[in-house]
């Protein structure tokens, strides 16, 4: 039978901090269950910890520091920003679902960014140069990271305040048109989509607006770590988001779904499985018990038949839920969008997050130095 130690023996045990020791059972990696005599409290399974532990105890080499620096699940650098909690994503203190049931983008920026001041994307009016979407978006951030400040020796304000602007003219490259209105108003008429529409994208916005330390914002945060300029910063987090594993998890998606359209969708996920490829749109590490994002998108979106015997037949294929790809593709579908609209929805919803963690990184006043080792051979001339 396992043992099971009380909050603080685990944070002794583990001498981390009670944020950590939560983030470590929200990946699953520590055990948790109510107490048996009072369930306001927790309790943490012992063996986990001791493994958990000895291996923290055998990973303090240079070596193994900069390897696990990026390993899923590590949590590497301190963040007050965001964090998976009990299968609940949280803003500063703020459950992410429930703001975004009525908070704009803009609003969830000035939680994230800790503002006390109101957050608005004006967007440029001139065209951009390119026609509207991803390739827009790169060439717009490279532009503007051409000509942009080193982000060193700035205050918060005067770096959100950049941010902002940036951000808008990402909004613009992406489609949303010129004006002052809510930024998912302006990509909604942009885009042509009716007010149900746009009430669709904006939930989205705010639910995609950060996760922890993913992929593309600890790029973000190494970038912002030399003193990049913010453009800079926020093109290394697009240049990482169109992974496959990451953003680029989209294409896959909307590709599933029109096979699913095509042949059925229980032929569509043997053809999948069958080709040794994990199943786009369907589980989360973070999320053994289903993604809340994707529940609260799902709730403001008219799911297609297609989508739909295709969510009923993953779970029954492989027994996980819908994630949050799954409801962007029904989003797009649902709506008319661009066919690439799951990713210019996370690209544009995620850059508030990485805005956050550029001036997070700024303001500790370190710079991020992973050692690497050459492990090839060297040849003398």
């Not at 989205?204 to 003193?227: I, K, P, Q």
């Not at 969510?311 to 962007?328: M, Q, R, S, W, Y």
């Not at 990485?354 to 992973?370: K, L, N, T, Y």
Request: hydrophobic share 45%; with cysteine.
């Amino acid at each position: 039978m396992s043992e099971w130690l009380s909050r603080q023996e685990a944070l002794e045990r583990l001498n981390v901090r009670p944020q950590t020791l939560y983030a470590y059972v929200s990946r699953g990696r520590i055990g948790m269950r109510p107490h048996e005599t009072d369930p306001r409290r927790s309790q943490y399974r012992a063996d986990d910890i001791a493994a958990l532990a000895t291996r923290r105890a055998r990973g303090r080499s240079p070596s193994a520091i900069a390897e696990s620096a990026i390993a899923w699940g590590e949590p590497s650098i301190a963040t007050a920003i965001s964090t998976v909690l009990h299968g609940r994503l949280i803003y500063r203190g703020q459950e992410a679902v429930a703001l975004a049931k009525s908070a704009t983008l803009e609003e969830t920026a000035a939680v994230l960014w800790a503002s006390t001041e109101p957050v608005a994307f004006k967007a440029p009016s001139s065209e951009p140069p390119h026609p509207a979407g991803r390739a827009s978006a790169f060439a717009q951030l490279a532009m503007l990271a051409s000509q942009g400040r080193p982000s060193l020796g700035r205050s918060a304000a005067s770096l959100c305040t950049e941010a902002a602007q940036t951000i808008g003219s990402l909004a613009r490259s992406l489609g949303a048109a010129a004006g002052t209105a809510p930024v998912h108003r302006r990509l909604a008429h942009g885009w042509s989509v009716n007010e149900a529409g746009a009430e669709a994208i904006r939930c989205a916005l705010v639910l995609l607006a950060d996760h922890e330390l993913n992929a593309s914002t600890f790029t973000t945060r190494v970038a912002a770590s030399t003193g990049a300029s913010t453009a800079a910063c926020l093109l290394a987090g697009l240049a990482t988001l169109t992974g496959p594993r990451h953003g680029g998890a989209g294409e896959a998606v909307m590709q599933l779904a029109e096979d699913a359209a095509t042949h059925g969708a229980d032929a569509a996920i043997r053809r999948w499985l069958g080709h040794d490829r994990p199943l786009p749109a369907f589980g989360h590490p973070l999320y053994p018990d289903g993604d809340p994002r994707a529940t609260a998108l799902l709730a403001v979106i008219p799911v297609d038949e297609t989508l739909q015997q295709l969510e009923k037949a993953a779970i029954a294929a492989t027994g996980t839920h819908p994630n949050v790809d799954f409801a962007l593709a029904a989003l797009t579908r649902s709506f008319g969008l661009p066919r690439d609209a799951p990713f210019q929805l996370f690209a544009l919803g995620r850059s508030i997050g990485w805005a956050a963690h550029m001036v997070e990184q700024i303001m500790s006043g370190s710079i991020i130095r992973p050692r690497g080792r050459y492990e090839g051979s060297v040849t003398k001339f």
